[in-house]
């Protein structure tokens, strides 16, 4: 399977794992495209982009990467301050995924105190470092986390998060809205963080809304790659597989199947970042002062090397 395919049917890693392989894919990609002119090599490699992020429409990190390539690449005029560049910025994104996870982490203690119950789902890392790291800081708590259907990957959380010692609760999805009447905090992911909303595993808007209703505390992590650069249109997601929702079912029997959902941002009650937890309106002001790339503003008809400017 061609490496592009193979990011649009990962359902098991989260955004920002995904993110790092595709700055590997990019820096590849322009490795194998180094003698073409200036101008050439820019249109491929913002054609490349463009395919990577249709592959996974939902995960802003994926734009930001493309974005900050298409940027550094746009003044450089040799073969060898063209791949340099590419090199550099994925690097640099790289190495800020992984640091943005600890930061936001180190945040997230500020939330979680000795003998709460902490309400997640899903399979994200970041939440899961942060829960951990919590751990190793002393704090005593115990977690509640959905399966997260259709593909249960909230089983993988629950496994890693036992492993850690953490006592750990799985729960079917439909049973969320009562345990998070009864804990202290909820703490979710993010694939994708704009003015519309927070994009997150399915669930997330339902286990808000109940947080709001019983006045709950609810936060995302969510490091500064996942915010989503205004101007830029945000893509539809793909349906996935009616199979993983009922195999055998009727054809008469109209499926849908989509793994996110978008949260209306007034129900958060805040956003741990890599700067610390902020309110929404900080966090629009901070996606406001971002620089979207012309050749991003609008998505091509079609993939090929004329495509983008």
Known sequence: MEPVAEIAVDNRQGAAQIAERAADLIMHRAETIGSLSPQEFRRNLCDFGWSLIRAQPVMAPLVNLVNRVLWAIEDQQTRHDLVRAVADTTEAFKHQLRQHALHVAEGALALISDGITIVTLSHSTTVQHALRHAQRAGRRFRVICGESRPILEGRQTAAILAEYGIPTHLVIDAELPAHIAQAQLVLVGADM????????????????????????????????????????????????????????????????????????????????????????????AWLASTRLHPALAREPAHQTVETCP
């Open 193 to 284: 963080l704009s003015t519309y909303g927070l994009v997150n595993k399915i669930g997330t808007y339902g286990m808000a809304l109940t947080a709001h209703a019983r006045g709950v505390a609810f936060y995302a992590l969510c490091g500064s790659e996942k915010f989503l650069i205004p101007g830029f249109r945000q893509l539809e997601q793909l349906d996935r597989p009616r199979s993983e929702i009922w195999a055998e079912a009727p054809r008469n029997v109209h499926i849908r199947n989509r793994y996110f959902d978008l949260t209306p941002l007034e129900l958060l009650s805040g956003i741990v970042t890599e700067r610390g937890i902020l309110p929404v309106a900080a966090v629009e």
